[in-house]
């Protein structure tokens, strides 16, 4: 679960040279003091660092200090569960609303659909890093599961961009979750222009991959064929069983969940890792309920730093190395909020983002 050699290799070797440049914290950049975000001073304009990942100092940090963390499990297979139970509602959803008017279908996937639907792309979450089942082949069933009532055939690809993410974070072209310069040409920074950017939010990350060069694209796999098989299937099936309005209630909630009709649960894709102080810190967490309705999505610094610790032990780990966490680091408290400030300060568009030189790794 710790640090892999290769990368730990890195870490060692570059780690005096990160702590000449900050060091007041042992190797990492400073940050504006800490706590909850109670002023947002994001700035139009790349934040550009030629440092490595943050994560992987504070991860080596941590196991020095805290050794035992090194031991929280690296599955959590009673995720299954939910998997299973967060499926089956949806389903009985959309049959409860078949006959519903169509004010009742968008309210309800508003404030429940969206929910579990999102509560699903953070299982995909997991199993993208298989953290339910030991070995990536059960974690991979699971994940075409979980995807079934998205409609759309997106978990495989999803988990092909998150691992880039992970490797190469803030570098543009390589890094699925940097934003590229054509969208700040197409949609702008007016609040227009970044509340439709939000509301198709799903669209935007789709298309975005076309700009990447092609050894960083979707590579085709039997994977990525079941992935389509089973929801194409799922979705014939569903629609001969739930009609047009149980069919248009679950893909409300698939595309609410996303950031649709501006749905609060959107701004977690800008909260995680858009620039909102004048620092270089390149991650944010977010402490509050959308942990207990998100499975500790919000606990997303924890997770850079930890990739193997399923989201059960994430509260842990920011309990045991607090001063690295709520002590240390800038966080957010609500994604109304987030949206709030996105949409309304101009100083807050698709290039308040650290943005890392794509030859330091």
Known sequence: MGISNNKKQAVDGANQQQTDKYPSKSGLPPTIGN????????????IRVDSMQQHWIRRKLISDKYPEILNLPTNHTPTAFWVIGLVASLIITAKLLEN?????IVVVAYIFGA?????????????????????SFMNSVFLLIADLPHIVPAGVSFRHFHRLHHSFLNETY??????????NKLFGHSIVGKAIWFCLYSIV??????????????????WLVANYICNITFTYVIFQWVGVYGMTYLVLSSLMSVGFLLHPL????IAEHFAVTQSEQETYSTYGLINTIGFNIGYHNEHHDFVRVPYVYLPTLTKVAHEFYKGGLKYHTSYWRVLYEFLNQDGFTFNSRVVRNPKVK
């Open 100 to 104: 519903s008017p169509i004010w009742l």
């Open 115 to 135: 929910t579990v639907s999102h509560a699903l792309w953070v299982l995909i979450h997991e199993l993208t890093h298989d953290l339910v089942f030991e070995g």
């Open 205 to 222: 990350i789709a298309c975005r991959s076309v700009f990447y060069p092609l050894k960083n694209q979707s590579p085709f796999s039997m």
């Open 174 to 183: 390589t890094d699925p979750d940097v934003p590229v310069p054509f969208e």
């Open 266 to 269: 959107g701004a977690r894709w």
């Open 35 to 46: 706590g909850p975000m109670e002023k947002y001073e994001p700035k139009d304009e790349y």
